[in-house]
């Protein structure tokens, strides 16, 4: 159920990674790849002068908890697989969804 949203990456850049990272960060969180969304938000830097691309990537991760080790690993896999289409500069986030706040078709996650 990991749900990433990027930033600062143009998606034919992550078109080609996308698979390999979901298959590493299913295996990581045991479950199976099609509990991954990921979205690429379209963003432009603004800040004196020109609109420009961003200079880095921002990654926000909706999920449930799975302590810290896990959250250590899952950020290096994201960097490591960012890094490696050519961007230098990798910033994750992590926030974590309360199983009772989370809903599916209009029913709480936890009453299933």
């Known amino acids: 159920m990991p749900h990433l949203v990027i930033r600062g990456v143009a998606p ?11 298959e590493q960060l299913a295996e990581l969180c045991q479950c199976g790849t ?5 979205n690429v938000m ?13 200079p880095f990537a921002f990654v926000e991760v909706g999920w449930f908890e799975r302590g810290t080790a896990v959250r250590d690993r899952f950020a290096r ?10 961007l230098a500069d990798v910033e994750v986030v992590f926030v974590a969804y309360r199983e009772e706040d989370y809903y599916v078709n ?6 299933e």
């Open 12 to 22: 034919d850049r992550l078109q080609e990674a996308a698979p390999q990272l979901v």
């Open 42 to 54: 379209h963003t432009t830097a603004l800040w004196g002068g020109p609109p420009q691309e961003p």
């Open 34 to 38: 099609d509990n991954f969304t990921i």
């Open 106 to 111: 209009g029913v709480a996650v936890s009453a």
């Open 77 to 86: 896999i994201v960097t490591d697989t960012l890094s490696g289409i050519g």
